[in-house]
């Protein structure tokens, strides 16, 4: 394929062998695998904080057969894992890939655990389809160790400037249950530890702006920095890490079926990395997969001068999503089903069948989840309505009255017997465990009833929210092979273009995500595509 060559700079103003465009899981990783196989190394980027999208996550990776498995007295196999990819992947993965991701996730994760900070124990969730052929209910999912990491890093910030960069939540998200140096903070702290520890360079607010191609190579690429035009020469190779393309609302209309979306990642993450490697005429693949959430926005609240989209507590008794009709179109206790809910379309009428959706919950959720003592800290509490009747809430929110009394019956019915035979609310292992994630020091004031995620909605007053369609990250990008070079539309490699995290597609699972997809795949691809230049003459 030609691809369009790019005219040299006069002057270098950086040379080094790997260049590492986003401070992700993977990044990051890059550059720390690379200066340990003798290569010189640099991280840019494009925001004044480290950890784009991983900062804000749960900091989950999934990894099968880790080490951590066998430690716990648990089991796993790459045939099983295998299998469990091609079972859910709707036959969009590639085979290589999930293979070279199975082979290589164990090995990358014990090196940085070896080499770096960094360190990582099982999480407690099971695998989203678990009961799927391949499926496990434990095991697969590591995260930063909290005992180790949250003690570590509080000290770290006090010593090292960089550490304190890392990007904190833009809010108390849950009113504050989670501790400024866990999960995804941690796994960013580990990492950039790792690099302070290597005297690696990381450069902040130094956007990458066009890859510089010359003979058909990637040789390195213009960045911005101060408002200026700074070239930085790289002679193995360019890796793109810059996350998702979520805060671009062009890209969002262009490539997914969906309502206007709103991003819970960094305002960053504008698909600067797929520009660049399109640019430079790289294939690029499930640009319609994302890992859609709902969400809501409180008035005059901002993430970098854009508004800001809370999570909302779902799935737990006490609490249903309705849509637009008044009536359940989702397992409330699955947030891919809720995505879905969102996104379907109905073709007899030309318009979304369900959004938007709103959340109702009664007043003993309403207080378990904390969102009646969220609605009392913000400027405008408009956000929450509340009525004392279920009637007089619908036409609140604009709902029909008698489908929303009709459909909270009939869930109140199903609480009581357990089962949910319109969307299986509660059943299978995920289900069962979402409902363990209540607080359990929560002391409430009235017992729920049912299951751990059914339970009525009955007692007075009660609450509703109209939600929107959010994300944490769209899962469409550049394909790579098994190197993590980047391909082009024929298959065939870029010189000196690698990539990971959400600027590459997912293809190591296809349509398939469960928790830590993505950060596994950008960890192990950041591992690999260094080896890579390592090796490269």
Known sequence: MTMRETELPSKWDLEVDLVAMGSSSGGLTAVIMGHDLGLSTVLLEKSDH?????????????????????????????????????RTSLGRHDEELAATFVDTAAEAVRYMEAHTPLKLTIEASPDYYADLPGGKKRGRQIYPNPKIMIPLLKEAEKNHPLVAQIRPDPIPYFCGRRHKWAEG????????LGCIERGINVMTKTRGRQLVLHDGRVVGLRAEKDGKDFFIKARRGVLLAS????????MNKRFLNA?????????????????????????????????????FHVEGEEIQGRPLYRPIDYGYPGNI?????????????????????????????????????????DHPEATRSYTTLLATTTKNPDWLIQADTLPELAAKLGIPADNLVETVNRFNRFAAEGKDPDFHRGEGTYSQYWGSRRDPNFQGDLPFKGGPVLGPVETPPFYGIRLELGTVGNLGGLVTNKHAQVVDAEGEPIPGLYGTSNTTALLTHGFMYTTGSCQGKSFVFGYIAARHMAQAK
Not at 185 to 192: E, S, T
Request: with cysteine; proline share 5%.
């Open 321 to 361: 999503f309705v849509d637009r009709h008044g009536k359940r179109c989702c397992n409330e206790s699955f947030y891919p089903d809720i995505g879905r809910a969102f996104v379907e379309y109905d073709k007899n009428f030309c318009e979304l069948a369900h959004a938007p959706l709103f959340w109702i919950a």
């Open 50 to 86: 480290l950890g784009g999208g991983t900062a804000l996550s749960g900091g989950v990776l999934w990894i099968p057969c880790n080490d951590h498995i066998a430690a716990e007295g648990l089991s796993d196999s790459r045939e099983e894992a295998l299998t469990h990819i091609r």
């Open 185 to 192: 903070r941690g796994i960013v702290g580990g990492l950039v």
């Open 243 to 250: 996350g998702g393309y979520e805060r671009n609302p062009e």
């Open 259 to 295: 309502p206007e979306l709103h991003g819970n990642t960094p305002a960053s993450n504008e698909g600067d990395g797929h520009i660049m490697g399109m640019e430079v005429g790289a294939a690029i693949a499930l640009m319609d997969h994302s890992i859609f959430q709902p969400v």
